[in-house]
């Protein structure tokens, strides 16, 4: 009998989350075809509904980010979303890409660091970021230990060829400015 409850409960759990991937792709389709203002309605309905489903907020940053530009609500949906499920990596990456974007790089960094103790995200990826953090504010030298650190974690062979490139930019930059130093003086 304990065993059919359970059954039944999961069932029903699982319907309830088919429904609310339905609103979501029913959201989807309304931002494909210019409907933004029946997007947020669908959206915004799952999350009355469902105030902690980590996919709802995602669907949401990227209508706030992508259709009408309010990046402060896109970026707070975005790291509900992360909150709800911290391993939603395809969060962080949409995240980053805003901050790049936006030149929020200790916005960025603040995100990476968050995500380096998640595991199973893809550190390359975020040693990288945190590469670039680092290089926006000039500091070359950590740029460039977490360029390698990303180099190191790197499974493909077109990003290991990206992460030596930034690592020998940095080089040449973190050498540069050490010779307007000595020039300086």
Do not use: C
Request: no cysteine; aromatic share 12%.
């Amino acid at each position: 009998m304990e065993q059919q409850v359970a059954v039944h409960k999961l069932n029903k759990m699982n319907t309830y989350a088919e429904y609310i991937e339905n609103v979501i792709q029913l959201a989807e389709d309304a931002m494909d075809h210019g409907k933004y203002d029946e997007a947020k309605r669908l959206l915004e309905n799952g999350l009355m509904e469902e105030p902690g489903y980590a996919r709802l907020h995602a669907s949401m940053g990227d209508l706030y980010w992508y259709n009408l530009e309010n990046l402060e609500l896109a970026e707070r949906h975005y790291h509900l979303a992360i909150r709800f499920d911290p391993k939603f990596e395809s969060v962080y990456r949409e995240l980053a890409i805003m901050y790049e974007k936006h030149n929020k790089y200790q916005g960025l960094k603040a995100l990476m660091l968050k995500a380096i103790k998640v595991p199973g995200l893809n550190k390359s990826y975020i040693f990288e970021k945190l590469g670039q953090a680092e290089e926006s504010e000039g500091h070359y030298a950590s740029a460039i230990e977490y360029y390698r650190k990303a180099l190191f974690e790197s499974m493909d062979n077109e990003d290991a060829d990206e992460l030596k490139k930034h690592i020998k930019r940095n080089k040449y930059k973190r050498l540069k400015m050490r010779w307007r130093k000595v020039l300086s003086n």
